[in-house]
Every structure is written in structure tokens, then in C-alpha cells.
């Protein structure tokens, strides 16, 4: 199957600063991109819709603002968490389809845990 | 709006087993619907995917049918080994997004 990557895989940052995390389709080019959170022993949430070359699309109750979105290239999706609190600490997964379509296969990222002090 | 429901949250079998896993949804109007496994701490890996028209796929010891009129789907494990203790994690696909369940937990004891 197709491969996503996602940066970093663990990180730990202090109270107020932002952490970029990023998303890779390293064989196939995707248009749209999800970025999803987890907390433990919970389900995936979807946080927003990443559009390669327009604004993202978030679900409701998720702030834009805090969570910038960026997908400049066919290949790269960023979710940057701005003045990070304790409580966004959390699993943040990025999935990709092959095609913009909705019936194709999802693959996801290997999720990165972010732990803010 | 649509929900996913999966049970049992959790599962406990000794190896060699055959099981079940047990995925619902409330709406009928899917695209497909997608089984993960996923580690701890782990992203999720796709074991198999079955689109709206089709009634099942199978993967090595793995089959997942589909009966979207009734809004269910199984994930048949044959022959459990420890190995595939993990979550799984099923998925509806619906317009551009997808729905997931909360996920059994299976552990399998040698």
C-alpha cells in the first residue's frame, strides 16, 4: 500500500509554544489530507480537511486558530499547534487518499504523541 | 449524523481461536468501510477495505464482510495468534471524511 509519513513521532514542548508536526505521502500525490486527534483509549476525531492550495475545512468546535493547517504541495500537509496548553496533549494522526475521490483507500500516518508541559 | 459503533470494546481469547469483531453504523449512504489495526501508542494500519458494492474482502487469515442495508460489518480472525493483539479499528467513508469506531481491544494469550 501507499505510505504516509508523519514528523515527528513523539514531541514534548513547554506551555505557550507552538509545535509544527508534518505529513507526508512519499509514493502518491494527495489532494486532501485529514488530520485527526486521539486520546487514549478513545476513537480518531476529525479535526479538519487539508486542501492542497485552499484553506483547510475544520469540524465544528475546532479552532483554525490554534490549529494552523497548511497544505502547500501535492505531498505535504503541517498542523501546527499554536500556544500550546496542557490540555491539547493528545495523539494527532494524518491520514491520505490516493485520488481526491471518496471511495479510495485511506492511509494513515505513524501519528505523532504530543505532550505539552 | 453518523455514528459507529464497535463491539465488544474489549476481547480476550486464547490462541488458536477463531473471532469475531463487530462494526455497526446509522447510516446506510457509505462509500466503503475500512478495517485498522492499531498498536499502542501506533498509528493505524489498513488490513482491508470494502467498498459499497462489494459484500466482502478477505486478506490471508483476515475476512470482513459488508451489509450495508442493515449498516453492519464483521471482522473474522482465523487462527488468533498474539501476534495480532492490537485494536482494531473500524471506518465508514463518508462523502470526503470517515467515521471511526471506538475499537475492540483484542488480546490473544499463548
Known amino acids: 500500500g501507499a505510505v504516509v509519513s508523519q514528523h515527528p513521532s513523539r514531541v514534548i514542548c513547554k506551555s505557550g509554544t507552538s509545535v509544527k508536526i508534518e505529513c507526508r505521502s512519499l509514493?502518491?500525490?494527495?489532494?486532501?489530507m485529514f488530520w485527526y486527534r486521539q486520546f487514549p483509549k478513545q476513537s480518531l476525531m476529525l479535526m479538519a480537511t487539508?486542501?492542497?492550495?485552499?484553506?483547510?475545512?475544520?469540524e465544528q468546535g475546532v479552532e483554525k486558530d490554534k490549529f494552523l493547517i497548511n497544505h502547500a504541495s501535492l505531498t505535504l500537509s503541517t498542523l501546527t499547534v499554536t500556544s500550546a496548553h496542557p490540555e491539547d496533549s493528545s495523539f494527532y494522526i494524518c491520514?491520505?487518499?490516493?485520488?481526491?475521490?471518496?471511495?479510495?483507500?485511506?492511509?494513515f500516518g505513524q501519528g505523532t504523541r504530543l505532550t505539552v508541559v | 449524523k453518523q455514528e459507529v459503533t464497535q463491539i465488544p470494546a474489549a476481547l480476550s481469547v486464547p490462541e488458536g481461536e477463531n473471532l469475531v469483531l463487530n462494526c455497526s453504523f446509522t447510516?446506510?449512504?457509505?462509500?466503503?468501510l475500512q478495517w485498522f489495526r492499531q498498536d499502542p501508542g501506533k498509528g493505524l494500519t489498513s488490513l482491508l477495505l470494502?467498498?459499497?458494492?462489494?459484500r466482502e474482502q478477505t486478506s490471508g487469515r483476515l475476512n470482513a464482510s459488508l451489509d450495508k442495508s442493515s449498516g453492519r460489518s464483521t471482522l473474522y480472525i482465523a487462527a488468533s495468534q498474539p501476534g495480532d493483539s492490537a485494536t482494531y479499528l473500524c471506518?465508514?467513508?463518508?462523502?470526503?471524511?470517515?467515521?471511526f469506531g471506538a475499537g475492540t481491544r483484542l488480546t490473544v494469550k499463548p
Open positions: 447510516d446506510s449512504a457509505i462509500y466503503n
Open positions: 509514493d502518491f500525490q494527495a489532494t486532501t
Open positions: 487539508s486542501n492542497e492550495g485552499s484553506k483547510a475545512t475544520y
Open positions: 470494502i467498498q459499497s458494492s462489494q
Open positions: 491520514s491520505a487518499r490516493d485520488l481526491a475521490g471518496p471511495g479510495t483507500e485511506a492511509f
Open positions: 471506518a465508514v467513508g463518508v462523502n470526503n471524511d470517515m467515521r
